[in-house]
Each structure stands twice: as structure tokens, then as C-alpha cells.
């Protein structure tokens, strides 16, 4: 299992087009992959739970991961928050 912790700095947080390249980069892995804020944990590969964590402008997250390839997905994760997904446009 590794993680890693990052604060999303992306103007509207993690809704919507955002929200949707971050499930569509966790779905190219093939370890699970969670997302958490505070005390929730959500499938990081799931629209709806990703969604329901209202992740906005500020708020620090924990991306965690387990299986083959768990150091690759939480790192291109966080890469992917890092860059305000203007890598995936």
C-alpha cells in the first residue's frame, strides 16, 4: 500500500471535467485506488464517490493505492493535481 497526501489547488476542486480526468488516469491502473478527505474514502476509479466528496479549492486529500503497479498510480496522481489538469486537456 502507498499514499500520498496533496492539497488541490485547481480553481473549481475536483468537479466535474476535472473530477472526470482524474477517475479516466486512475482507470489506467490496475491497482485499487482510493481517495480521502478526512475521515471519507471513496474508489478514486468512481464518478459519483469522487463527486460526493466535494473536494474544492484548498482542501487537502489522501491518494492511496495497493496492487502491481500502486507506487506508479498514486504518483501520477498526485502529478496530475499537481499540474491543475492542464496536462489532460
Known sequence: MYS???????QV???ARPA??????ANEFK???WISKEERKVNA?????????G???????????????????VDNLVDLISSNFIDAQ
Open 4 to 10: 500520498k497526501e496533496i492539497v488541490v489547488q485547481n
Open 13 to 15: 476542486g475536483l468537479h
Open 20 to 25: 472526470t480526468f482524474f477517475i479516466q488516469k
Open 31 to 33: 491497482s485499487t485506488v
Open 45 to 53: 476509479k468512481s464518478l459519483l464517490g469522487v463527486l460526493s466528496l
Open 55 to 73: 473536494i474544492t479549492r484548498g482542501t487537502q486529500v489522501t491518494i492511496t493505492a495497493d496492487g502491481a503497479d500502486e507506487t506508479e498510480a
